[in-house]
């Protein structure tokens, strides 16, 4: 249909607008927390439509025979989960024990693996990378780490005390001052670019 | 041989043209008179060679310059005479040379000259150019246009078409011209005519018929009599179209003229004494065995480049064509894709493959021979951070040094809130963890909640990662279970805030709105003593976000923390710190306090109970330590590795 992609802009154009009006002037809000609440509650259907085509992804790869072993576990874990969890709420004690006896320690786990993954490719940086940033980056790791905590229990204070505090909270302040500005900018120019209809992220 | 002779050649000739070509039949007749009965044999090769030299630069002998015709006459004067000088002018046969080869010769200008006498590798001046080998197709369907010519010659018919139909000899062809060998003063010619239509390498010792006392041979009789019987038909056809009234006059003219080399055939027996030429032995030797089947291009079949071959510009060569060569389109020739290589070129093509295929085999890198050892070096890696953070928990000592107070200012920003809550004031924590940090959050969150349940507060929980309420309940249950609010269950748990940003909006525009229970539930919580007095954010007595994650961090310190008076505080892991800090050090502070990680949650253990006791520190120094010390020695130990083929090259070389 030719008016979808003008009647589409022309609703989000709007609307954002009303939004961007109810933070400037008062009067809006009722109408401003009747708009978030549609918003939130299309961000709720979202997340069961996600749910679905997961589903639907991983019982069409069982009818094709592709990683069936995988898809299986992964959709009697998903149903078990939800019947479990609509039946008895998300107290039950039987949906806190599937969380955390299983969900919670398998995540905890790959992070403890992922410190050791870690010091293994910075071995292996050291080993095959010769140039400047990657000697930048392997000193600011090494100085952070001395300054972290006391190695073995004995503290370095020149890490501890003086660098590893300076690169903390000087460095690093200054450096994510800036990513952040910069995304701060990028949400105003992508605001902007919705509202004048240069973007139309909803496909119009 | 099929060619379109027009009807009436003169009729479409333009007035210049037909001038042209009187003048050049006169000074043709004129130099035949001349020229043909005191022309020494000796010179014929010479100006053979000239026309095919250069044939468009020979001039009519009626314009040649006094110079040239003063040094023609001297060289006919010191000409010896020739053999048989022909009684007839007519019957002399005309030098081509003498004629102007763009000007097209048609059949019968040249007298005694008819389109029978040419065989098909010979075609005249100005016709159509057919190929020497004959086609067999062609040849079936040009029955008809054969019929209504006047037929070949016998002994074309039989020694040339039939013996050898597609094999020419070249010296014979370049040499012997039917043309030239018709002429009855050059016996030698004849002669060598002869015997190459009778293929001279199998016959070398030909003789003359009549230049002998042997008699003729019985190939070359036959040839004579094929010769009369031709010239019969010849004139029998000739007589057919006359009564028809088919040929033009002017063709009938020259059908009816005698053929000069017809009587030289007739005169052989009687007035030849030519002996054989014998080609000397190591000349037939060179010769190559095969050379009968080259086709060599003779005078009178060599058309010029671009020379016209039809209609009224025939013969005339540089002009416009009709039609552009790129539209003429042939059978491309059979090329044949064998390819003669040498033993030498085999070699180097041998050699160009093995250098291609080394090529394309990987260098042996030295890095893939510590490839293997790296599952070691994980296991020892892994092994070695246990061992390292096991070793406080089985020795029990907690002796790590605790961090210093002034390193970790913003965590006593947050104490200092919790100690000025007043008591049972309603307490908004949000939780955003995911499980994997969750080892890392629940010591500093520990911390912080103890001390709020400490104050008596009431904690409300809230959580936009819908993992968030099922932590919070862990993380009572297993650290808290002993406080009094938690075993008595008086907190509340609002549990999963779906909707991101959006939702964090409306819940600091509007909490009871955003998590408003479902109609007909029966607990409200907003209905409980905590939360009854709670309309807005800025309610709470305390907003503290627990959050792992920057984005989350990030998004609460955005969204809620312009709506609160008494500002926000966090509790943050270590890789929000960095992001975190710009809020705090902002004016006014968007962030009022953070503790964060590890360190963050010993230092406020400190602040809170200078307790020294902390076996998580102590573990966490352990394990950082050992990792260092990994990274060290691996870092090294490759290092050595690649050091170690390069000196021993060194040495190698030195």
Do not use: C
């Not at chain 2, 080998?133 to 016998?154: G, Q, T």
């Not at chain 2, 050090?585 to 602040?607: C, E, F, K, N, T």
């Not at chain 2, 020695?633 to 050595?640: A, T, V």
């Amino acid at each position: 249909m030719r008016l979808r992609a003008p009647v589409s802009t022309a609703v989000a154009v709007g609307i954002g607008l009303l939004l961007l009006a109810s933070l400037l002037f008062p009067g809006f809000e009722s109408m401003r927390d009747r708009i978030l609440g549609w918003a939130i509650l299309l961000a709720a259907v979202a997340m069961l439509l996600g749910l679905f085509n997961l589903f639907q992804v991983h019982f069409g790869r069982i009818r094709r025979g592709e990683n069936i072993v995988y898809s299986f576990i992964m959709l009697a874990g998903l149903l078990t989960a939800f019947i479990i969890t609509l039946w008895q709420g998300r107290a039950g004690a039987t949906a806190n024990w599937l969380f955390n006896s299983v969900q919670v320690p398998i995540e905890t786990s790959l992070m403890a693996l992922l410190a050791i993954t870690l010091t293994q490719a910075t071995v292996r940086m050291i080993q095959q990378r010769n140039d400047l940033m990657s000697l930048v980056f392997a000193g600011v790791l090494f100085i952070l780490l001395l300054g972290s905590a006391p190695l073995f229990g004995v503290e370095l204070p020149i890490f501890t005390r003086s660098i590893t505090p300076y690169i903390s909270q000087t460095l690093s302040v200054g450096g994510a001052r800036g990513l952040l500005l910069g995304v701060g900018l990028g949400t105003l120019l992508t605001g902007l670019r919705i509202l004048i209809g240069a973007d139309r992220p909803y496909g119009g | 041989m099929s060619f379109h002779e027009p009807k009436d050649p003169e009729e479409n000739l333009p007035d210049w043209l037909k001038e042209l070509r009187r003048r050049q039949r006169e000074a043709e007749q004129g130099a035949a008179e001349e020229a043909a009965p005191e022309e020494s044999p000796a010179e014929e090769p010479a100006a053979a060679a000239e026309d095919n030299a250069e044939p468009q630069e020979t001039p009519l002998p009626g314009a040649e310059p006094d110079w040239l015709m003063e040094i023609r006459r001297r060289h006919e004067k010191e000409a010896p005479p020739r053999p048989q000088p022909p009684t007839d002018p007519d019957e002399v046969e005309p030098d081509i040379s003498d004629t102007q080869p763009n000007v097209p010769i048609q059949p019968g200008e040249i007298p005694g000259l008819e389109d029978d006498a040419f065989p098909e590798e010979t075609a005249p001046i100005g016709w159509d150019a057919e190929p020497l080998i004959a086609d067999p197709d062609e040849d079936d369907n040009d029955d008809e246009e054969a019929s209504a010519l006047p037929p070949p010659p016998a002994w074309l018919d039989d020694s040339g078409a039939s013996e050898q139909p597609d094999a020419v000899d070249p010296f014979q062809s370049a040499e012997q011209d039917p043309l030239e060998a018709a002429a009855p003063s050059e016996e030698d010619d004849i002669e060598a005519w002869l015997t190459g239509d009778a293929d001279t390498e199998e016959a070398p010792a030909v003789e003359s018929a009549g230049g002998s006392e042997q008699p003729l041979p019985d190939w070359l009789a036959a040839e004579m009599d094929n010769a009369d019987d031709a010239v019969l038909r010849s004139e029998s056809s000739q007589r057919l179209f006359r009564d028809t009234g088919e040929l033009p006059d002017w063709l009938m003219q020259g059908h009816t003229e005698e053929r000069p080399h017809v009587r030289a055939f007739e005169d052989l027996d009687e007035t030849s004494s030519i002996e054989p030429g014998e080609l000397p032995s190591w000349l037939q030797a060179l010769r190559p065995p095969d050379v009968e089947k080259i086709v060599r291009p003779t005078r009178s079949n060599a058309l010029l480049p671009d020379q016209e071959v039809a209609g009224p510009l025939a013969g005339l060569s540089g002009i416009l064509p009709a039609e552009p060569k790129v539209v003429r389109i042939g059978t491309p020739k059979a090329v044949s894709g064998r390819l003669q290589v040498s033993e030498g070129q085999q070699r180097h093509a041998a050699t160009l493959n093995r250098l291609v295929a080394e090529e394309g085999r990987a260098a042996e890198d030295f890095s893939q021979q510590v490839a293997g050892p790296s599952r070691i070096l994980n296991w020892v890696i892994a092994g070695a951070l246990l061992l390292a953070s096991a070793i406080p928990w089985l020795t029990g000592s907690q002796g790590a040094a605790r961090p210093q107070l002034e390193s970790l200012p913003a965590a006593v920003n947050v104490y200092d809130a919790i100690e000025n809550l007043p008591v049972n004031a309603p307490v908004l924590v949000a939780f955003d963890v995911e499980p994997a940090l969750y080892g890392e959050m629940q010591a500093p969150a520990t911390e912080v909640l103890s001390h709020l349940l400490a104050r008596n507060a009431r904690l409300v929980f809230i959580s936009t990662q819908p993992t968030g309420p099922g932590l919070v309940e862990r993380l009572l249950a297993d650290n808290l279970a002993i406080e009094p609010a938690i075993a008595t269950g008086t907190y509340v748990n609002l549990g999963y805030l779906s909707g991101g940003m959006a939702a964090l909006r409306a819940f600091a525009g509007d909490p009871q709105a955003a998590t408003s229970p479902l109609p007909g539930q029966a607990n409200n919580p907003w209905d409980a003593t905590p939360l009854n007095a709670v309309e807005t954010l800025d309610d709470f007595g305390l907003v503290l976000v627990i959050s792992s994650e920057t984005e989350q961090a990030r998004a609460w310190i955005e969204q809620t923390a312009d709506s609160l008076r008494n500002g926000l505080y966090m509790v943050a892991s270590a890789q929000v710190a960095p992001l975190a800090r710009p809020y705090l050090d902002s004016h006014p502070q968007s962030l009022r306090g953070l503790v964060s990680g590890l360190s963050g949650a010993a230092h406020y253990q400190i602040v809170r109970s200078g307790a020294q006791s902390n076996p998580g520190w102590d573990a966490f120094s352990y394990g950082l330590g050992a990792m260092v010390v990994a990274i060290l020695l691996g870092g090294l130990y490759n290092r050595l590795i690649h050091i170690r083929p390069e000196a021993s090259s060194e040495d190698a070389d030195a």
